[in-house]
């Protein structure tokens, strides 16, 4: 039974089952064999022990389905094992054996269902991308490792917490307790430290079953990034001029902007540098989802004004800021593109975004960016403020990685001065429909 396992995951597995570790840590690169060793050892383990439970959440219900349930579970089970042994139970994201076993798969985001998950008894719970969740929300999955069950020679099932993760900050509380084995609110050592173990894995360690272009892409990721997701070490955006962006937050997969929300575009100009153009829409409660992005090096504004025009398509845009250069706005304009002068000002700019990115009293945000937006996600991490300048001046950005940050700043101070009511009520402000 089972995948041929890479040498990272012979030392996972051996970790996963050993008498002395019960508490289990997994972090490290993207797509590093972490996930699919664990489904592994969770089937492994409710064969093994008849009417066994087995816990297998993360933060979001949907992510549940789209990631565990859909990508690793069932394309496991219906690869290796023997059909008639298991039964999928879509409804409810259970997958029930013959022998009584149950592997149970849920969200964590509903406080209805959580508690009702939390109300059974597990041998087995797996929090998958653990960093999302909170260190209380661990602890409390930890006292329902309680269930009794035995296997076939009578040796009582050991009780096992495991989590993964992608890295983030170092002061992440799944750094301090997971890796450092301290007790993130109080700073003392764990008490049951012995009981924990870590494994740190890289993308590397799964070269023989990744295509080499996904290699390719990590390792062409921002600094910050690709130590996170190609190597797998805990590194922060401390030091970064928007270190409230987290991706956990502020990222979201891309979807259909309802037509009712209205769009905005921002362009910064550039030659040598990147000439870039953002597409952000507003929803009704004044969020902004930053969706599309244009970015582009040595190129005629003709071609610019072309793409934009392309990439638009029949979306009717609001209002398009951009950088100030009379020529090239000019040019803009013979292509059919209007454009207002962005409100440059870079303090205020940046404080402006700030606020943007710090959650409301509702935990969300006013700014969220599509995951497709390469450029400007690797852009937000390697912004940083400018060391040289004198303690005494105002604290200003390296000018340095800001061709999206700079169309990003436009963008938010043109929503800041047209006032929600404005933006949405009055019909004042030029509309251009490109088809
Ligand atoms: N031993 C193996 N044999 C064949 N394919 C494997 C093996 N291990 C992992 N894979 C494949 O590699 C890919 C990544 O594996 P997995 O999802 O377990 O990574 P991960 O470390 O959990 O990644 P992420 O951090 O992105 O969640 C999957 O497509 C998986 O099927
Ligand atoms: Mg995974």
């Known amino acids: 039974m089972g995948i041929k396992l890479t040498e990272k995951q012979k030392k996972g597995w051996g970790i996963l089952s050993s ?6 840590l997994f972090d490290g690169g993207s797509r590093s064999g972490k996930t699919v060793l664990i489904a592994e050892f969770l089937v492994m383990r409710a064969l093994l022990y008849p009417g066994s439970r087995q816990l297998a959440a993360r933060r979001h219900r949907v992510h549940v389905k789209a990631s565990l349930w859909n990508g690793t579970f069932k394309s496991y089970l219906a690869s290796f094992i023997r059909t ?24 964590l985001d509903d406080a209805e269902r959580t508690e009702k998950i939390l109300g059974n008894e597990y041998i087995t719970v797996y929090l998958n991308e653990a960093t999302q969740l909170s260190w209380e929300a661990v602890q409390m999955a930890m006292t329902r490792l309680s269930q009794t069950v035995y296997d076939a020679k009578g040796h009582k099932a050991l009780p096992k917490l495991i989590l993964d993760c992608n890295p983030r900050g170092p002061r992440h509380w799944l750094h301090i307790a997971g890796v450092r084995n301290i007790e993130p609110e109080s700073g003392e050592s764990l008490r049951d430290a012995a009981k924990w173990a870590r494994l740190n894995w890289s993308a590397l360690d799964n070269l023989e079953n990744l295509p080499a272009e996904y290699i390719d892409t990590l390792k062409s990721l921002p600094d910050i990034m690709r130590d996170r997701m190609l190597n797998g070490i805990w590194r922060s955006n401390e030091g970064a001029v928007y270190n409230e962006f987290d991706e956990n937050i502020h990222v979201v997969e891309p979807f259909e902007i309802p037509g009712s929300w209205q769009k905005i575009r921002s362009i910064d100009f550039g030659y040598t540098n990147p000439f870039v153009c953002l597409w952000g829409a507003v929803d009704h409660d004044g969020r902004l989802y930053v969706y599309r992005e244009y970015y582009k090096a040595r190129e005629r504004t003709l071609v610019h004004a072309e793409s934009i025009k392309n990439l638009s398509g029949n979306e009717r845009i609001y209002r398009t800021c951009a950088d100030h250069d009379a020529s090239e706005r000019a040019e803009l304009e013979e292509q059919g593109l209007s454009t207002v002068a962005a409100k440059k000002d870079i303090v205020s700019g940046v404080q402006e975004l700030k606020k943007r990115l710090v959650p409301g009293s509702n935990g969300k945000p006013s700014i969220f960016f ?37 169309a990003l700043r436009y963008m938010v101070m043109e929503l800041k001065d047209t006032a929600k009511k404005s933006f949405y009520g009055d019909s004042a402000g030029r509309v251009s429909r490109y088809s």
């Open 19 to 24: 008498r002395d570790k019960t508490r289990i």
């Open 84 to 107: 008639g042994l298991y039964k999928f139970s879509e409804s409810n994201l259970e997958i029930k054996f013959s022998n009584g076993s149950r592997i149970i798969m849920d969200g």
């Open 370 to 406: 599509f995951s497709t937006l390469k450029n400007t996600l690797g852009e937000i991490y390697e912004y940083i403020w400018d060391d040289s300048a004198s303690k005494a001046m105002k604290e200003v950005p390296l000018k340095k990685n800001d061709h999206a940050m700079d």
